[in-house]
């Protein structure tokens, strides 16, 4: 990857710079990946709003068997 300003990538520039571009996404940088001139998707950081709502395996090790789950709501 030459510029490190660039936003908009290639799908096989993704493929061979994988490491690289996970460094840039980890420092908050956002990418728009495309393939044949089309816009597939965006690779960008999570936000660290984010929002733990329940961790299973708090409630029991191993996490809970989800017919458990269903037969209880």
Known sequence: MQN????II???ELRENTAEL?????KGK????????E???KVSPINND????V????IKKGGV??????SRL
């Open 30 to 37: 956002s990418f728009t990946v495309f393939r044949r001139s």
């Open 65 to 70: 068997e989800i017919d458990d789950l269903l």
């Open 55 to 58: 961790d299973f395996t708090k």
């Open 22 to 26: 996970l460094k840039e996404i980890e």
């Open 10 to 12: 290639g799908l096989r």
């Open 39 to 41: 816009p597939l998707f």
């Open 50 to 53: 984010w929002e733990e709502v």
């Open 4 to 7: 490190s300003k660039k936003t």
